[in-house]
């Protein structure tokens, strides 16, 4: 008799005890990771096999025909479609209806209930106000207030009326002061297991406030602030306007960040898509994985920027910068000027001071206008790169194109030198920075603007 | 015995394919390379299969016809 596999049984199993896990505790397994990491099912799937398959062949048990059978294999194509669409839903999410996912799991019974809110309350020696909303979306404006106002709209999805009501009374909108903070929270976790509430609130509060908002799906858009603002969220659309405090955003998830007019430091911190910032007097720092486009302009303050494979720092950006997975284009920025990455086309215009480039693929092009201050040292692993100098430029130039031709616009001060399939170009036009520039696969143009 | 490896290749393609494609997953989910691109390692993994079960039927066919072959 031929042995029965045990991977019917195992995955029956392991299926269970993710629902279980899920249902239990819903922080350690969200819909995020299992976005993340089904693939390991497949992994140990064949490893089980692997080892059952060892086992039957040290007992000299008779092998199955074949290791992983057809049925199964159609069980392994189910996965992996589940899988994929469970991993694109999570990537793109928030560009889908709301109502598919949530934190609380697949959302497709019941109908929406809507509540008004409404809540004010004078504030006076207050320093921070903290909005505490789960779900939902927050706008707060400053002003020349001394009462914080909320209005809004809760949204309560349930199948009956009273069920729906039963959830709003427990989960009224509360504006609480803590010492020196005022706490606005709209108390969705104090909500039946399996309602959902939503909140959409709007609030104006004295500028002079800090602002700390939380939450785990739902934007934030945040206007007209002296202080400081700190968001935190899992999933959210955050866009600052107009704060003269500083900036911290945590998100681990993010459609966009849209920062403008800030006085003081920036910093975003985690996952997200596009980031827009603009007129930023203070620092920039982007720690994180950003898929989406980067768009800045006029950053007073140096940026440095570390998002899965890239680097980027620069001291300042009068100009504007635009990088998506594929580009980086930049125009009129103040250097020392550092971009690493491993795939992208770059072109930057008008740059000042040192420039180091390390792509592993890409071409480059660079227009300085003016010779800058600094040394130049541009690689790229397979690329062609024009570089294109002021007629009149002093500089020291050293060019190598190991698998590529050289082509040169400088008449005989620059030497040029063929090696086989390697072009090197040596020699200066007088004392300047060093320009290091070399690719293993492409071309190489210096030419005159 | 001799005779069995072959078979055991057979059977373990499966499962070793099968942990390929978990990785390739895996690799697309947790780095830049997607599984539309690293796909081929996929092909070239079951190539390198096919090849091993073809050379050990090889190996098994000269082991019997030097025994004289079997009835």
């Known amino acids: ?449 | 015995m001799n005779n069995n490896w072959q078979g055991l290749i057979r059977v373990l393609r499966g499962p070793i394919l099968l942990i390929t494609l978990g990785v390739l997953f895996l690799v697309g989910q947790t780095t830049m390379h997607s599984i539309w691109r690293t796909w081929p390692v996929f092909l070239i993994m079951y190539g390198v299969l096919k090849l091993l079960e073809r050379i050990t039927a090889r190996e098994t066919n000269e082991f019997s016809s030097q025994q004289g072959g079997s009835i």
């Open chain 1, 1 to 449: 008799m031929k042995p029965r596999s045990l991977i019917g049984p195992l995955l029956l199993i392991l299926i269970g005890a993710l629902f279980l896990l899920h249902n239990l505790r819903p922080d350690l397994l969200s819909f995020a990771v299992l976005a993340m990491y089904w693939p390991y099912i497949l992994i140990a799937w064949g490893v089980i096999r692997l080892i059952e398959i060892g086992f039957w062949w040290i007992l000299k048990k008779p092998l199955p025909r074949a290791g992983v059978s057809g049925g199964e294999w159609a069980l392994v194509v189910l996965i992996c479609l589940i899988g994929l669409g469970t991993s694109a839903a999570h990537r793109y999410g928030p560009r889908l209806p709301p109502l598919i996912m949530n934190g609380r799991g697949i959302e497709f019974f019941g109908e929406p209930f809507d509540y008004p809110l409404s809540a004010s309350k004078p504030v006076s020696n207050v320093k921070r106000l903290v909005i505490e909303n789960l779900h939902g979306n927050a706008r707060v404006v400053g002003g020349d207030v001394t009462t914080i106002q909320v209005t809004g709209r809760k949204t309560i999805r349930a199948f009956q009326q009273s069920d729906a009501d039963d959830a709003d009374r427990k989960t009224p909108l509360e504006v609480i002061i803590q010492g020196e903070d005022v706490i606005v929270k709209t108390n969705q976790d104090k909500a039946p297991e399996d309602r959902r509430v939503s909140a959409d609130i709007e609030l104006t509060v004295p500028r002079n406030l800090n602002i700390r908002a939380t939450g785990r799906r739902g934007d934030f858009d945040i206007l007209g602030i002296n202080g400081d603002v700190e968001v935190e969220s899992g999933n959210a659309g955050v866009r600052l306007q107009d704060i003269a405090g500083k900036v911290r955003v945590d998100l681990h998830r993010s459609d966009v960040v849209r920062a403008v007019n800030v006085k003081k430091d920036v910093e975003i911190l985690g996952k997200g898509g596009d980031i827009e910032l603009e007129n930023i007097e203070g620092k920039v720092i982007l720690n994180g994985y950003f898929s989406g486009d980067m768009q800045c302009r006029d950053l007073k303050g140096s940026l440095e920027l570390q998002s899965g494979g890239t680097e980027l720092r620069f001291a300042k950006l009068p100009g504007q910068l635009h990088m998506d997975l594929g580009d980086f284009t930049a125009t009129n920025i103040v250097g020392p000027v550092r971009l690493a990455a491993r795939s992208r086309d770059i072109r930057i215009e008008d740059f000042t001071d040192s420039l180091e480039l390390r792509i592993e693929r890409g071409d480059i092009e660079l227009f300085p206008k003016q010779m800058p201050n600094g040394s130049i040292d541009v690689t790229t692993g397979s690329g062609n790169i024009e570089l294109a100098l002021p007629a009149q430029a002093k500089f020291d130039l050293s060019a190598t194109a190991l698998r590529g031709e050289v082509t040169n616009d400088f008449g005989p001060v620059l030497k040029l030198v063929d090696e086989g399939r390697k072009s090197l170009l040596r020699g200066g036009t007088g004392k300047g920075p060093k320009i290091t520039i070399a690719t293993d696969r492409g071309s190489i143009t210096v030419r005159k603007d």
